[in-house]
């Protein structure tokens, strides 16, 4: 008898934590020294992998291919949000400033700073 576990290997619609659905083929691969799910999500242009922890896992639901294509078109993953990039801005240095003091304009927000490298305080 071997004590190897069958390693999961199909169609699923996957729920992790964080409210996060998806659907399409699961399997488990090793990167960094640990065991990660890989679930290839397929899309209209090809697919979508992502992987995760097996501890992130809320619900996983065996199914056939067709009904998780179905599912993974109504919950397709976006790779980056636009509320989580910053308003794209021109950064602006004057290296040579009067007394050290170099003025930016930081790319995260629109005000000028004044940072004084001296550590004469």
Not at 8 to 31: C, N, P, Q
Not at 49 to 54: A, E, P
Not at 75 to 85: G, I, K, M, S, Y
């Amino acid at each position: 008898m071997s004590d190897e576990k069958p390693i999961y290997d199909g169609w699923a619609i996957l729920e992790l934590m964080g409210h996060v659905r998806l659907a399409g083929r699961v399997t488990e691969e090793s990167h960094f020294g640990v065991a990660l799910g890989r679930i290839d999500i397929p899309s209209a242009d090809g697919y979508t992998t992502q992987y995760f922890g097996g501890s992130s896992i809320y619900r996983l639901t065996p199914t056939t291919e067709a009904i998780a294509r179905s599912v993974a078109l109504h919950n397709q993953p976006a790779p980056v949000r636009t509320w989580e990039l910053p308003k794209p801005q021109a950064i602006e240095a004057d290296m040579g400033g009067p007394g050290g003091v170099d003025i930016y304009a930081a790319a995260f927000d629109e005000e000028y700073h004044e940072i004084d490298d001296d550590d004469d305080e």
